[in-house]
């Protein structure tokens, strides 16, 4: 049974810093790409960044040069650092993996930022 399951949310000033981590089981992680996505409220869920098996990382625009996506296969994690955090990166981050012509999402982890 495949599961994802992400930490290291919570409340950050604008300009502050965050890393979240997703651990997965039930997966060979070290074969899949792995993804970051965001939904805020009243939005449609979006790809924040992915990272390929072989470290091949791509961004959304709006979070390039401020957001990286990293991963350590010995610990079944992938990161997300997220630095010079603004306003409009409030949102619930989920983590995601293809497997075949199966998707999986863990439950979420909310990341606010606020003065």
């Known amino acids: 049974q495949v599961q994802l399951v992400e930490s290291g949310g919570g409340l950050v000033q604008p300009g502050g810093s965050l890393r979240l981590s997703c651990e997965a089981s039930?997966?060979?992680?070290?074969?899949?790409?792995m993804a970051w996505h965001r939904q805020a409220p009243g939005k449609k869920r979006e790809l924040v960044a992915s990272?390929?098996?072989?470290?091949?990382?791509n961004y959304a625009d709006s979070v390039k040069g401020r957001f990286t996506i990293s991963r350590d296969n010995a610990k079944n994690t992938v990161y997300l650092q997220m630095n010079s955090l603004k306003l409009e990166d409030t949102a619930v981050y989920y983590c995601?993996?293809?497997?075949?012509?199966?998707?999986?999402w863990g439950q979420g982890t909310q990341v606010t930022v606020s003065s």
């Open positions: 995601n993996v293809w497997v075949g012509r199966n998707e999986y």
């Open positions: 039930g997966i060979i992680f070290g074969i899949y790409t």
């Open positions: 990272i390929t098996n072989v470290g091949g990382t």
